[in-house]
């Protein structure tokens, strides 16, 4: 099974709600990963977590709070976004050996609407 | 650094026709190559990866060879569906720093009419 799955699908928001994405694995990665993914582009890292600690963040704005409550669930918390925001959020996850061969798996994605 | 730079389409086809989408890399080492079909709508999927130079990718009955001389990793397919109309991103895979990252190419937009 490479199932990653994902939760809401679509989500609207408010620039001043509070909202939080769920992403979940079965597969016994160690590593977890959000993206960003604008229209016709392809997809933007931004986290990466390891053994549920924060490996790489890529100059994320702080409205953006990922958090990895166990090696299966990895959030994305999101306060006081703006309209540019609005994307296909997606989270993947991995094998944690540090391997060019580890192959990452991709969920359904959240698709983000902010107004 | 490192890149990967793939024909942008959008290709359209005709049903049965023969698909390749170039896709060449730029890379300081030795990187594992992977291409990924994103669907409308969906997440990014796995078609297929090659990990070493000469190794064959394949799935769905889509290939790709590693060609370390021509630093290359073109997709073909034998004869198209419209069900294969999708976005198709070519990426590369480094060990040692920055091994968790992805570097994708831009896409590229397959269209197949019957």
């Known amino acids: 099974d490479t199932e990653v799955t994902q939760t809401p699908k679509h989500l609207v928001m408010g620039m001043t709600n509070k909202k939080s994405l769920k992403c979940e694995q079965h597969?016994?990665?160690?590593?977890m990963y959000w993206y960003k993914q604008k229209a016709k582009k392809p997809p933007e890292l931004m986290f990466v977590y390891s053994y549920e600690k924060l490996s790489i963040n890529e100059s994320v704005p702080s409205r953006f709070s990922p958090e990895c409550p166990n090696s299966s669930l990895l959030n994305l918390h999101l306060h006081a976004l703006q309209p540019e925001d609005s994307a296909l959020y997606l989270c993947?996850?991995?094998?944690?050996?540090?391997?060019?061969?580890?192959?990452?798996?991709f969920g359904p994605g959240t698709r983000l609407t902010v107004l | 650094g490192n890149s990967v730079t793939q024909m942008e389409g959008p290709v359209t086809l005709s049903e049965e026709a023969f698909l390749t989408i170039n896709c060449t890399y730029t890379a300081t080492g030795y990187p594992s190559l992977f291409w990924y079909v994103q669907y409308p709508g969906e997440g990014l999927q796995l078609l297929l990866k090659?990990?070493?130079?000469?190794d064959k990718g394949s799935n769905k009955g889509f290939e790709a060879t590693y060609r370390k001389e021509t630093t290359s990793f073109h997709l073909e397919k034998g004869s198209v569906q419209v069900s294969d109309s999708a976005v198709y991103f070519c990426a590369l895979s480094l060990s040692g720093a920055g091994s968790y990252q992805l570097t994708f190419g831009k896409g590229t937009k397959l269209s197949v009419i019957p």
């Open positions: 090659a990990t070493k130079a000469d």
């Open positions: 993947a996850s991995s094998q944690s050996r540090g391997l060019s061969t580890d192959t990452q798996y």
């Open positions: 597969m016994g990665h160690r590593a």
